[in-house]
């Protein structure tokens, strides 16, 4: 069975699309969706934020990259943390 995300409106944004978001100059991932069209985001370090959907657009490769490099940071940072 293929479960494809549903699309919030006809904005094309889904829950977990890797996007970039214009007025915090920021990376992220679609967490969820508020009323009024207001899109909930959240990055690899456990930050989230909320911006209109107008300000929101998918991640473009070198994004996908950058928010894949924090991932991992955040990741070793906790690990040393741990030892």
Same mark, same amino acid.
């Given at each position: ?6 699309? @919030?409106?006809? %904005? ?7 996007? @970039? ?23 690899? %370090?456990? @930050? ?36």
């Amino acid at each position: 069975m293929n479960h494809k995300p549903k699309p @919030y409106g006809n %904005t094309g944004l889904f829950v977990g699309l890797k996007v @970039y978001e214009s007025s915090h100059e920021m990376v992220g991932v679609v967490a969820g969706f508020n009323p009024g069209g207001v899109v909930r985001l959240v990055r690899p %370090t456990g @930050y989230e934020w909320a911006a209109p959907w107008t300000r929101v657009r998918p991640a473009n490769e070198r994004e996908r990259r950058q928010l894949a490099a924090l991932a991992r940071l955040h990741r070793t940072r906790c690990a040393g943390l741990a030892a």
